[in-house]
C-alpha cells in the first residue's frame, strides 16, 4: 500500500505538467484568421479598364488619401497591385517631373497596360515593375510613401511581402491600405486581421480611417515601420 501510495503523487504530476504544456502551445498559436496562409480571393486577371469607372475619385477620396501619405512633388511612390495604373497616373501627376511611381503587379499583362497607358499620357516618370506575389522587387530605400489599394486581400503571403517591402522605404515613408471588410470570397479582409497581419512584419498603425467611400465597409490604414529595436522577428 505504502509503494502504491508513493506512486500516485508521481504520476498526477505527470499528467498535470502534460495538461499545462498543451494549454501553452495552444496559447502561443495565433488566431485562425490572423495567420500568413489565412483564405484569400483570386489575383483579378479580367479586363482592366473595370478599374476605370466614372467617378472613383470622389468615391475614394483619392486626393485626400494622398495628402495623408504625404504624397507631394519630388516625392517616390510605390502602386502595389497597379492594376490598371488608375492610381499610378494620379500620384504620377502629383509627384511631378522630379518625383516617380513604381507600377508593381505580378500580372504581366498589368504590367505591359500601365506601360501603354503612360507612354499615351506623356508620363515618364513611371516605372512599371513585374514582381513576385511575395516581393515587391523594389530598390532598395527608394520610396516615400506605398498604397495598397484593393489589393492586400489577394495577397496570399502578406506577413512576407510587408517584410519585404521595408528595404524599399526611405525614412519617414507611410504605407497606406485602403481595403473592405470581408472574407476571400467577396474580395476582402477584416481590418483587425491587416493590422495583426502588419503589424508581425514590423510596422505600427499611425491612423485609420473610415472616410474611403462612406459605405462602412471600406477601410484606409496608415502604417510606418517599427525602430529596428522592436522588430518582431
Do not use: C
Not at 482592366?48 to 485626400?64: E, K, T, V, Y
Not at 485602403?178 to 483587425?192: F, L, Q, S, T, Y
Amino acid at each position: 500500500m505504502n509503494f502504491r501510495f508513493r506512486l500516485f503523487p508521481l504520476w498526477l504530476l505527470l499528467s498535470l505538467f502534460g495538461l499545462v504544456r498543451m494549454a501553452a502551445q495552444t496559447a502561443a498559436q495565433p488566431p485562425a484568421d490572423a495567420g500568413a496562409h489565412r483564405p484569400t480571393s483570386e489575383p483579378y486577371t479580367g479586363d482592366l479598364s473595370i478599374f476605370d469607372s466614372p467617378g472613383r475619385d470622389a468615391r475614394l477620396q483619392i486626393n485626400r488619401v494622398m495628402d495623408i501619405l504625404g504624397i507631394t512633388s519630388g516625392k517616390r511612390v510605390a502602386d502595389i497591385g497597379a492594376g490598371s495604373g488608375w492610381f499610378t497616373v494620379r500620384a504620377a501627376r502629383r509627384v511631378g517631373e522630379n518625383g516617380t511611381v513604381y507600377a508593381v503587379d505580378i500580372n504581366p499583362d498589368a504590367v505591359r497596360y500601365i506601360d501603354d497607358r503612360v507612354a499615351k499620357q506623356g508620363l515618364r516618370n513611371v516605372k512599371a515593375i513585374l514582381s513576385k506575389p511575395d516581393d515587391p522587387l523594389l530598390p532598395a530605400d527608394s520610396v516615400d510613401a506605398v498604397l495598397l489599394l484593393k489589393a492586400y486581400h489577394e495577397v496570399a503571403e502578406p506577413v512576407v511581402l510587408m517584410r519585404n517591402l521595408r528595404a524599399a522605404l526611405r525614412a519617414g515613408a507611410k504605407v497606406g491600405i485602403i481595403d473592405r471588410n470581408g472574407k476571400a470570397e467577396n474580395h476582402g479582409v477584416n481590418r483587425e486581421v491587416v493590422i495583426h497581419e502588419v503589424s508581425q512584419a514590423g510596422y505600427r498603425l499611425l491612423a485609420q480611417y473610415d472616410f474611403v467611400k462612406g459605405d462602412k465597409m471600406d477601410y484606409f490604414l496608415v502604417f510606418a515601420m517599427r525602430a529596428a529595436h522592436s522588430d518582431p522577428r
